[in-house]
């Protein structure tokens, strides 16, 4: 499979066909780390497709010293901050009258993983925790909110998380840091049940 | 077990919640039927630096600037230190002053050879008689000179 730096300089020739290897290599982790932001897979989707165009039209600008990935997550989190400004700009249905309430068995960002062991009630536990974290996640400051969730859910080393926020890595771990500290304060009606 | 390792560990058995089968095809057909649409984006030729990485051109103006203020601090000490007026008779005469009070003298008189100026009580005016007493008027008028300006 030919690398990301020989699909791009051959896309910068004129071979434009050739992006889409990287569409395809990249659209997987594209769409999660727009969701994990946006908290909703057709928005998720409409900005990691709006980011990948962004990205075509700067490719000339792309200097190999940098992976492409960490380029194209600078530009998905762009694209987020976007959509988040467009839906924010929307006005908000508060509640329908003769509509049922929004899906109570929704979880949030997270997958509820089904441990057979556990009883219903831990189960609803489990799931309020789920619902309850990704929350949280949403409701920290933007910073904060990107070092979390590209460190911890995306698993994007601290290095390559401060290139991506064009910031020091000392400023990445403060971030993470305080953004742990404010979800332990957030979770903890949760979190005394798992003996904290 | 401390609350960061809880949370990596639940974040680990708890991935984000995705759509089970993505059409991966179409959403590239639909990324490039956009890309097709829109101008290539042309190689741009490596750009052409009139000034090197670095320095850059600021802090090089910069320095450059402050390198000139001592230079000047500089001289003005100098010049202000080593010149001063010296009176011969109705002339002014620009010397360069010494750290010691004879050796000051004498380049005095150097000076005065210099310039072939012989110096006499008519030269000098009535009231000095002596080339000692001239010498020690000037010294006079040079203290007088430094008193006025400081």
């Known amino acids: 499979m030919a690398s990301d730096a020989d699909a791009i300089q051959a896309v910068l020739h004129g071979d434009a066909d050739r992006y889409a290897e990287l569409v395809d290599k990249y659209q997987g982790q594209a769409i999660r780390l727009a969701f994990s932001f946006l908290g909703n897979y057709e928005d998720a989707r409409d900005a990691s497709q709006d980011a990948f165009v962004s990205a075509y039209r700067s490719l000339a600008r792309f200097r190999g010293g940098a992976k492409f990935s960490t380029w194209l997550y600078r530009i998905i989190m762009n694209a987020c901050k976007d959509a988040r400004r467009r839906r924010s700009r929307q006005p908000v249905v508060v509640a329908t009258i003769g509509e049922p309430d929004p899906d109570p068995d929704a979880t949030g960002l997270f997958v509820e993983v089904d441990d057979p062991a556990a009883g219903p009630s831990e189960q609803l536990a489990n799931r309020e925790l789920a619902l309850a974290l990704s929350q949280a996640v949403q409701s920290l400051p933007e910073h904060q909110r990107t070092a979390f969730l590209l460190h911890h859910v995306h698993g994007v080393s601290l290095e390559e998380a401060a290139e991506v926020m064009r910031c020091r890595v000392g400023t990445v771990k403060s971030h993470v840091f305080r953004a742990t500290a404010a979800l332990r304060v957030r979770l903890s009606p949760w979190l005394a049940k798992e003996g904290f | ?150």
């Open chain 2, 1 to 150: 077990m401390d609350f960061t390792t809880w949370l990596t560990t639940w974040l680990s058995r708890h991935p984000l919640q995705m759509p089970q089968e993505p059409d991966r095809a179409r959403y590239t057909a639909d990324v490039m039927t956009r890309i097709r649409a829109l101008e290539p984006p042309a190689a741009s030729p490596a750009p052409i630096r009139l000034w090197g990485a670095w320095p850059r051109p600021v802090v090089a103006w910069a320095s450059a600037a402050a390198g000139l203020l001592v230079l000047i601090g500089v001289l003005s000490v100098v010049s202000g230190r080593s010149m001063r007026l010296a009176r011969h008779g109705q002339q002014l005469v620009l010397a360069e002053s010494s750290p010691s009070e004879d050796a000051w003298l004498d380049e005095t008189m150097a000076l005065f050879e210099l310039l072939d100026e012989e110096i006499t009580a008519e030269s000098a005016g009535e009231s000095i008689e002596t080339e000692e007493d001239w010498l020690q008027e000037l010294q006079w008028l040079d203290e007088a000179d430094l008193a006025s300006s400081s």
